[in-house]
């Protein structure tokens, strides 16, 4: 079985990375070169064919964080992201979660809701009348996915909800959709669009809205990892990050920025495999809020020997087939580095490396703070900034991580001495 676990993965050079990935992930040799000769993975013509008045392309760091264990898999894990320490961050957390076996993690099947937004009724009535065609509304929604119907998903079930807003009631007529392993937005979409006119006539109301539901709360992952107590640095570390962590759970100006570094890895790992980013971060923030105020998405506590135990749950709307996967290069590499078989097993993963990233933060800010290592990480684009090359750069950040004054004008200040 393939190893994540890659002593001093950090010190190598890029193409003994590449190599390294390579094999773990049978990559083809058209792959590698994709890795090695990209600049950030698509051509300008493929871009103006994405995006309207596209005028060029931007790229964004693309690394690896080793050391993951997740349901007894290994995984390498690619990631997307601009920040430094991330990456190491969520490595580190890997490591030590693999100590007590590594990540566990469970994800509910991929069902999507779509919705239907009716006005002007009487909501009684027309739910009566709703729940009475539900065979024939599922019928027809399933006329707009062969695909799906063949494999035994597509629409499954018909809900009604009553929303009353300042303009009186509304009923919200519901579609729940199995999307396999599709994120599933196109074709959610396009069967309510569908169903619309018969919702209209069956109701005798008005449709407006006829679309997905972001909140994706019959599509949630769950994931949870024991972190040995002396791997950490002892119990009283181990009390601190509880106590971190309920501070976040009990304030949402904490819970805010305790959420915005789990999305952190979450975000990385689902910017490298092409899926919709604001999706995710809507239905997490949405989820924070559950039970009737912001807070933690992730819960700490200790285990009967004093280990910590995290735990994360949220909604994970995810796909390896379809929409910018089909298109971008760089994100079927990625997913295939990952070497998931389905969008449940994506879920469970990007869910792991969101509470491996919530530890490190909290270990962090629980013993030395939060930036010490940050800006040690930091210092090359600091030094970067300040306009050095590349072999004054490595001589820059060895002197201010020496000095302990990591700064753009002691930078400046060591490349005019340069």
């Known amino acids: 079985m393939a190893d994540s676990s890659i002593p001093k993965f950090f010190e190598k050079s890029r193409e003994e990375r590449i190599d390294i990935v390579g094999k773990f992930s049978g990559l083809s040799k058209e792959e590698i070169e994709i890795l090695k000769n990209s600049e950030g993975g698509i051509s300008f013509d493929k871009a103006d064919k994405m995006v309207e008045n596209a005028i060029g392309t931007f790229s964004l760091p693309l690394g690896i964080a080793t050391n993951f264990r997740i349901n007894n898999k290994d995984y390498l894990i690619p990631m997307v992201i601009e920040e430094p320490s991330v990456i190491a961050a969520a490595s580190k957390a890997a490591k030590i979660a693999r100590i007590h076996g590594g990540f566990?993690?469970?994800?509910?099947?991929?069902?999507?809701?779509g919705q239907i937004q009716v006005v002007n009724v009487d909501v009684k009535r027309a739910t009566e009348k709703i729940m009475k065609s539900s065979k024939e509304i599922l019928e027809i929604a399933n006329t707009k996915s062969k695909t799906l119907s063949s494999m035994g998903k597509g629409a499954k079930e018909v809900t009604c909800r009553e929303v009353k807003t300042d303009s009186?009631?509304?009923l919200i007529v519901e579609i729940l959709i199995d999307v396999g392993d599709a994120m599933g937005a196109n074709v959610t979409n396009t069967m309510c669009e569908a169903l619309a006119p018969m919702i209209e006539k069956l109701t005798e109301g008005n449709v407006i809205l006829r679309i997905l539901s972001n909140y994706s709360t019959r599509r949630m992952v769950k994931a949870s990892a024991v972190f040995d107590k002396e791997a950490i640095g002892g119990m009283k570390v181990v009390d601190n990050i509880i106590l971190s962590y309920q501070f976040a759970a009990n304030d949402p100006h904490r819970a805010v920025t305790h959420n915005k570094g789990i999305m952190n890895g979450i975000v990385a790992v689902a910017n490298a495999t092409g899926q919709d980013i604001r999706a995710i971060e809507a239905a997490a923030n949405a989820y924070a809020a559950h039970e009737g105020k912001y807070s933690s998405l992730t819960k700490w506590t200790k285990d009967e020997l004093g280990n910590l135990v995290g735990k994360i749950?949220?909604?994970?709307?995810?796909?390896?087939?379809?929409?910018?996967?089909?298109?971008?290069?760089?994100?079927k590499i990625c997913t295939k580095i990952l070497g998931v078989s389905s969008a449940k097993e994506l879920a469970g993963v990007i869910?792991?490396?969101?509470?491996?990233?919530?530890?490190?933060?909290?270990?962090?800010?629980?013993?030395?703070?939060?930036q010490k290592g940050h800006m040690k990480l930091h210092a090359r684009n600091i030094a970067s900034a300040a306009g050095a090359n590349q072999e004054q750069i490595d001589k820059i950040v060895q002197k201010m991580v020496k000095e302990n004054n990591i700064s753009l004008n002691r930078a400046k200040e060591l490349l005019d001495q340069i």
């Open 104 to 113: 566990n993690v469970q994800a509910d099947e991929s069902y999507s809701i």
């Open 168 to 170: 009186g009631s509304m």
């Open 313 to 331: 749950e949220l909604p994970m709307s995810v796909g390896i087939v379809g929409g910018i996967i089909n298109v971008h290069p760089m994100a």
């Open 351 to 370: 869910a792991a490396t969101g509470l491996a990233q919530n530890f490190s933060a909290l270990r962090a800010l629980a013993t030395e703070g939060i």
